[in-house]
Nanobody, 124 residues
């Protein structure tokens, strides 16, 4: 059974940095098409913010995080990362790791597996 477990969330002041991790089990990096990070703030819809494709390493970023966040993967450790810099109060949300086992397609629209989330809170 595929399992995704996020870690690394917490509270930080505006302008600070955090690094989220997502440990994948139940499959290897060869079994998935792409992985992504989503976030959901209270009262708002879930937003796809970053994705990475296994075969090409191609990345995608939402405009709201481009230039500040970096998605990466360690295939040997079956781990996905999200480096978040220059954090703003509006980045406050629950952050979710996600994976698409099958493809092709736009990663954020073909997600098949979700983690439980990790909270990120940014104070002004």
């Amino acid at each position: 059974q595929v399992q995704l477990v996020e870690s690394g969330g917490g509270s930080v002041q505006g302008g600070g940095s955090l690094r989220l991790s997502c440990a994948a089990s139940g499959y290897t990096h060869r079994d998935y098409y792409c992985m992504a990070w989503f976030r959901q703030a209270p009262g708002k819809e879930r937003e796809g913010i970053a994705a990475i494709y296994r075969n090409t390493g191609t990345t995608y970023y939402a405009e709201s995080v481009e230039g500040r966040f970096t998605i990466s993967q360690d295939n040997d450790k079956n781990t996905l990362y999200l480096e978040m810099n220059k954090l703003k109060p509006e980045d406050t949300a629950m952050y979710y790791c996600a994976a698409a086992i099958g493809g092709p397609g736009f990663c954020l629209q073909i997600i098949t597996n979700w983690g439980q989330g990790t909270q990120v809170t940014v104070s002004s």
